[in-house]
């Protein structure tokens, strides 16, 4: 029966799975910071690497930088072009397999990444990101405050937040003072700022001027975002983290029509907020848990919970 079970194991290609006699071990690697402020971890790619990817709890696929991907087999030819949802807009992008993607010393199997077009003559400091389909079946802890991320790790205890089923991104709901319903929240660890949409940004007040900013990386396609103002959100919640004031930038993104999220209130956390918070995420059922780093963002009262 054990011999059944670890030849049918060995034929699921990109799944987690145990048996009696075997059971996965959490692994933790180190993340180490970029100058643009990303926290990124160790990729091979076969024998080659590491190369800085960046986990994106904000992508459901892997995305890897022309340049690498080059070395790595990929050719031009728009034969395989699908579309890619970024903060500003839909594209289109080519795909490229990956064949034996590792974590440190940990195989994540075969991926079929999105390649995302950069310079030649480019310096990278990011030559990707780790979307959902990267650690599909497992249970991930980003620990921002120790710089830490956790293969196998413990499932969560709360329900915080949740992968979206049809987009793979996590999704969550937040509260604010004067906002009488749940915020829409999509938590974006590619994201290196948080933003708000108009409708939030309506029921709030204390706007300053008008800004331009890039939130791009080199291994997402670029987002030039024009900012309408700046807002003050206070007595926010979001999971296990509660904060009395934060501000906060607008901005009239794509994506958040994409989400449907046009008419609500609605915001993208991103690692300006989430660079002092642990994320655990299990993506074989879909739940997320988030809790803070510092000891006054921990919140007194019970925690809502989210419907995986």
């Known amino acids: 029966m054990i011999e059944h079970a670890v030849r049918l194991c060995a034929s699921l290609a990109g799944l987690a799975c145990a048996t009696a006699t075997a059971v996965a071990q959490p692994q933790t690697f180190t993340l180490e910071r970029t100058s643009s402020g990303y926290f990124v971890a160790p990729v091979f790619l076969g024998a080659d690497g590491p190369y800085p990817f960046a986990p994106d709890t904000g992508a459901s696929h892997v995305a890897i930088a022309e340049t690498l991907a080059q070395r790595h087999g990929f050719v031009r030819s728009g034969d395989r072009l699908d579309p890619v949802q970024t903060l500003t807009a839909e594209v289109t992008a080519e795909r490229h397999i990956l064949v034996d993607l590792r974590l440190g010393d940990a195989p994540q199997g075969q991926v079929d990444a999105v390649v995302t077009p950069i310079a030649t003559d480019i310096e ?165 848990q988030i809790d803070p780093g510092p000891e006054r963002w921990r919140c007194r009262a019970a925690r809502s919970q989210i419907q995986p």
């Open 124 to 288: 990278l400091e990011l030559f990707g990101l780790l979307g959902s389909e990267a650690f599909a079946g497992q249970t991930v802890e980003i620990d921002y405050p120790n710089s830490a991320l956790t293969l196998d790790a413990p499932s969560p205890r709360h329900a915080d937040a949740r992968l979206d089923p049809v987009r793979q991104v996590l999704v969550g709901q937040a509260r604010a003072r004067w906002i009488d319903e749940p915020i829409a929240v999509l938590v974006d660890t590619g994201s290196p700022v948080t933003l708000v949409n108009p409708v939030l940004a309506r029921r709030l007040s204390q706007r300053t001027p008008m800004r331009v900013m890039n939130v791009g990386s080199v291994s997402r396609i670029p987002d030039t975002v024009e900012v309408d103002g700046r807002v003050t959100l206070t007595r926010f919640r979001l999971g296990g983290v509660c904060i009395r004031g934060m501000s906060v930038d607008e901005a009239e993104l794509d994506v958040f029509d994409a989400m449907g999220w046009s008419e609500r209130p609605a915001m993208i956390v991103g690692l300006d907020l989430l660079q002092d918070t642990r994320l655990i995420v299990d993506y074989a059922t879909g739940r997320a």
